[in-house]
């Protein structure tokens, strides 16, 4: 593989710390021994609030007038595409049923969960669209009680995320933010219903909250600092690939984006263009930018197409962007990545916000084992068999014998069991 790097990353992506780990830890288990009163006192010291946990249903419903209406329009059109997609993908999962020899029938059953908690987080930025993409696809699915969380900001929650929250079909929402949000919900604190699955973004001490929950309840996944790569020949424009890097790298210091091109001119064009665009930004969004740029941006040199490929399955980025001619060949070919944006027009801005596509997706090259969040992740597959008379010889005797030879007398005896029953009621009826 030819590869050259013009720009590699300076400093390691930062691993999650012991310390975060131990915080962690420490917080749920005093939820478990101390209850509501342990997450209202975390509220309170974290993320300042003193207010109702739990929002009043007037509330949800008054945001409606606080949002502009041209905000709440590209928030329901948003939400649409969304939910579409999500409805979509619902319909391509179904239920099955094959006889596979005479009287043994088995078949699948999709049953959603029962309980979800989706996290919207807080911060530096209103998280509107989080709001859409978790608590719509969980309603998507089916999933009979959803409760939300997010961290007021500034003393509230902000109006447009209420609308989102609410119009995504949220039964319940809880101003609260960080550990003490995830274990509420996964707690049923609140008059809620414990959490059967949790969802969406965060910050370190939110992943690790959902990673030391998993098990006993789901989680979408283990989740670390976005990530995006653009692929680009020589028929890519330089400043729409610098843009589409800065505006990924605006996620802030931790978020690498990687620019990997058989176009050496087009590389170094992007190198020389991305200084001036990050520095366009309001200032802290340009100080988030340049920090990502500096410290974990990379340009990479390829003498291939191929070569181009093999590295973006690689890394497996969270985002993987095609500014490239041949989008079918793309498509056929890149294996790794969370989601895929093919062609100029398509940029990666589009599924974080508006365009339909789920944008809770694998990080840190998880995508070469996942997908991001769907309706299936509030989905149980299940199974079921039933048997006739006649089926009952040949499975039973093929289970005894396997069973013998796994040295498990117990499961033997049960087949041997429905054979000598099968025998006796075959007798008495005279057959």
Request: proline content about 5%; charged content about 20%; hydrophobic content about 45%.
């Amino acid at each position: 593989m030819g590869v050259t790097y013009l720009k590699k990353a300076t400093v390691a992506q930062a691993a999650e710390g012991a310390d975060v780990t131990g915080i962690v830890a420490d917080m749920l288990a005093r939820m478990r021994a101390e209850g509501e009163g342990a997450a209202l006192d975390y509220a309170k010291t974290l993320d300042g609030w003193e207010g109702d946990v739990l929002v009043p249903r007037e509330t949800l419903e008054a945001a409606i007038d606080e949002v502009p209406s041209a905000d709440r329009g590209a928030i329901e059109f948003a939400h649409h595409n969304i939910r579409r997609f999500a409805e979509a993908q619902r319909a391509s999962l179904t239920e099955a049923e094959i006889e596979l020899r005479p009287g043994l029938v088995a078949g699948q059953r999709v049953i959603p969960v029962q309980s979800a908690g989706c996290y919207v987080p807080g911060g530096r930025y209103a998280h509107v669209a989080s709001a859409l993409m978790t608590i719509a696809t969980a309603k998507a699915a089916g999933v009979g009680q959803i409760t939300a969380a997010t961290p007021p900001r500034d003393g509230a929650i902000p109006a447009a995320v209420l609308y989102a929250m609410h119009l995504a079909g949220a039964d319940r929402v809880l101003a609260m933010g960080g550990v003490q949000a995830i274990g509420a919900m996964a707690m049923g604190f609140f008059g809620g219903t414990p959490a059967d699955i949790l969802v969406g973004p965060g910050n370190q001490f939110v992943a690790e909250a959902k990673r030391q929950m998993f098990g006993p309840l789901g989680i979408d996944m283990f989740a670390g600092p976005t990530d995006s790569m653009i692929l680009a020949d020589a028929s890519a424009d330089a400043e729409t690939v610098a843009w589409d890097l800065i505006g990924q790298a605006e996620h802030g210091a931790n978020s690498p984006v990687w620019l990997a091109t058989t176009h050496r001119p087009l590389a170094e064009a992007v190198l020389a263009i991305i200084p001036r665009l990050y520095a366009s930004l309001p200032e802290l969004n340009a100080a988030a930018a340049r920090a990502a740029w500096d410290q974990l941006g990379e340009v990479i040199l390829c003498d291939t197409r191929e070569d181009m490929a093999r590295i973006a399955d690689t890394y497996a980025p969270e985002h993987l962007q095609v500014q490239a001619s041949d989008l079918e060949w793309w498509l056929e070919q890149l294996q790794c990545y969370g989601s895929l944006f093919l062609g100029e027009n398509t940029t990666v801005a589009f599924g974080d916000k508006a365009s339909g596509t789920n944008h809770v997706l694998p990080t840190s090259r998880a995508a070469r084992y996942t997908g991001g969040l769907s309706v299936h992740k509030f989905l149980k597959i299940t199974t079921w068999q039933t048997m006739e008379p006649e089926a009952i010889v040949p499975v039973a005797s093929a289970t005894a014998r396997i069973s013998r030879l796994e040295g498990m007398e117990g499961h033997a005896l049960t087949a041997d069991l429905r054979i000598e029953k099968l025998k006796a009621a075959r007798a008495i009826a005279g057959e």
